[in-house]
T-cell receptor, first 116, second 116 residues
């Protein structure tokens, strides 16, 4: 079955450590996105990529980094510079490239990151 | 830039009662509008979308929404809710014709709590 796979589902990190969240899709979608979800704040865009080897900052990119070396993969690294990393992270993809998210966006099941 | 306002953070309702979840948006350009549903610790699933044409849009699980351009609203309705509709509902907007890669902007979400 096609879809988006995020791993791990739960992740614990010590303060000062970098951690990488995995996102893989087998939908042959061009665009991929990372959102952060906090209670009462909805979803906020961290980074997005419309094509391999290219990505853009979203609204809250500080303290995060991404790469897009393959069409299927869009890993997110939460660096030690992110002051409040505890959150639920969602990866999404869409078949639209520069046309945007005018079709259905497919979401992964999310990764819950907790800093301990 | 676009913004989305979901006026109610929580909506309690009895089973088999009707429900309306409110969504207003702000944009200086034409937009596409979406409603997504999120069950606990899950990703988001598309309920329905408005791209153009008829202002009344029907989605999955018996939900529908009406686009009102003059009031910049896109309220979600269901005539009779079920316990299984308990979830978080997000309104989102995209602006696909701005000449740059577009993306979804989400509201802060409405928690629908259905009780017996």
């Amino acid at each position: 079955d096609g879809g988006i796979t995020q791993s791990p589902k739960y992740l614990f990190r010590k303060e000062g450590q970098n951690v990488t969240l995995s996102c893989e899709q087998n939908l042959n979608h061009d665009a991929m996105y990372w959102y952060r979800q906090d209670p009462g704040q909805g979803l906020r865009l961290i980074y997005y990529s419309q094509i391999v080897n290219d990505f853009q900052k979203g609204d809250i990119a500080e303290g995060y980094s991404v790469s897009r070396e393959k069409k299927e993969s869009f890993p997110l690294t939460v660096t030690s510079a992110q002051k409040n990393p505890t959150a639920f992270y969602l990866c999404a993809s869409t078949p639209a490239g520069k046309g945007g998210m005018n079709t259905e966006a497919f979401f992964g099941q999310g990764t819950r990151l907790t800093v301990v | 830039a676009q913004s989305v306002t979901q006026l109610d953070s929580q909506v309690p309702v009895f089973e088999e009662a009707p429900v309306e979840l409110r969504c207003n948006y702000s944009s200086s350009v034409s937009v596409y509008l979406f409603w997504y549903v999120q069950y606990p610790n899950q990703g988001l699933q598309l309920l329905l979308k408005y791209l153009s044409g008829s202002t009344l849009v029907k989605g999955i699980n018996g939900f529908e929404a009406e686009f009102n351009k003059s009031q910049t609203s896109f309220h979600l309705r269901k005539p009779s809710v079920h316990i299984s509709d308990t979830a978080e509902y997000f309104c989102a907007v995209s602006a696909p014709n701005t000449g740059t890669a577009s993306k979804l902007t989400f509201g802060t979400g409405t928690r629908l709590q259905v009780t017996l």
